[in-house]
C-alpha cells in the first residue's frame, strides 16, 4: 500500500536548470496538492488539483508549473530555478473537500 | 488570506510530562486536523475534527474543536522519547477552494 509516491528524494540543480518532480498516488483520490516547507514557515501551498483536468494556484506559485496527467499523477516542474527555491516540496492527496489529506515523504531540492 | 497562529512554536518538556499546544484562527473552519512530522518524513495525520465542540483521542493524543470554530487544541498525555517531533495545526472552511490552511507548527523536544 504504497500511498502518495514522491521522486526523487533529493535533487541539486545549478541556477537556472529546469526539473520535474513526481508525485503519483494510489489511493484513487481527487484532489492532489503541491506545498513547499520552509523554516520557520509551515507548508504552503504552491499549486492544486481539485480533481482530473483542473489545476490551481495557491499561496506561492510564482517560479513553478503543474500538470494533472491523469487521476494518479500529478507533477510539479521548475522552468528556471532559482535560490529562492530551494526548499522541502511535499506532494498530498485526498478524497475531496473536508476529508483527510494524506502526504508523501518529500523531495529535498537545493538550487546553487 | 487566513493566517493560522500555533503555539508554542517549541516546547522542552521531560518524559512522562503532558503536553498542551494550540491554534487559532482569524477566522472560522468547519474542519481541524492535526499532522506530527518526523524528520525527513512527510506530515502523518493524527486526528481530524469536523464539529464545534467535539473531542477527539488517539491514544495518548487528544483535540478539540473550539466552540467559536476559531481554534483547536491538542493534548499529549505522558510523553515518550517518540513524540519529538513538529506538530502542525490545519484547518479548512467549506467553500474556500479545496484547500488546507496549515498552521506553522510546534517543535516538541523530550527530554529523558
Known amino acids: 500500500n504504497a500511498g502518495v509516491t514522491q521522486t526523487p528524494k533529493f535533487q541539486v540543480l545549478k541556477t537556472g536548470q529546469s526539473m520535474t518532480l513526481q508525485c503519483a498516488q494510489d489511493?484513487?483520490?481527487?484532489?492532489m496538492y503541491w506545498y513547499r516547507q520552509d523554516p520557520g514557515m509551515g507548508l504552503r501551498l504552491i499549486y492544486y488539483?481539485?480533481?482530473?483536468?483542473?489545476?490551481d494556484k495557491g499561496e506561492v506559485p510564482n517560479g513553478y508549473n503543474v500538470s494533472r496527467l491523469n487521476k494518479r499523477e500529478f507533477s510539479l516542474r521548475l522552468e528556471s530555478a532559482a535560490p529562492s527555491q530551494t526548499s522541502v516540496y511535499f506532494c498530498?492527496?485526498?478524497?475531496?473537500?473536508?476529508?483527510?489529506?494524506?502526504f508523501g515523504s518529500g523531495t529535498q531540492l537545493s538550487v546553487l | 488570506g487566513q493566517q493560522l497562529n500555533q503555539s508554542p512554536q517549541s516546547m522542552f518538556i521531560q518524559e512522562g510530562e503532558d503536553v498542551s499546544m494550540n491554534c487559532t484562527s482569524s477566522?472560522?473552519?468547519?474542519?481541524w486536523l492535526w499532522y506530527k512530522q518526523d524528520p525527513g518524513e512527510g506530515p502523518v495525520l493524527l486526528i481530524a475534527?469536523?464539529?464545534?465542540?467535539e473531542l477527539t483521542s488517539n491514544g495518548r493524543l487528544t483535540a478539540q474543536f473550539g466552540i467559536t470554530r476559531k481554534d483547536s487544541f491538542l493534548n499529549i498525555s505522558a510523553s515518550i522519547p517518540s513524540d519529538v517531533g513538529i506538530y502542525f495545526c490545519a484547518g479548512e472552511l467549506t467553500g474556500g477552494g479545496n484547500k488546507l490552511t496549515f498552521g506553522t507548527g510546534t517543535q516538541l523536544k523530550v527530554e529523558l
Open positions: 477566522s472560522i473552519f468547519n474542519t
Open positions: 488539483s481539485a480533481s482530473e483536468g483542473t489545476t
Open positions: 498530498a492527496s485526498r478524497t475531496g473537500v473536508n476529508e483527510k489529506l494524506f
Open positions: 489511493m484513487n483520490h481527487n484532489s
Open positions: 475534527l469536523y464539529k464545534a465542540g
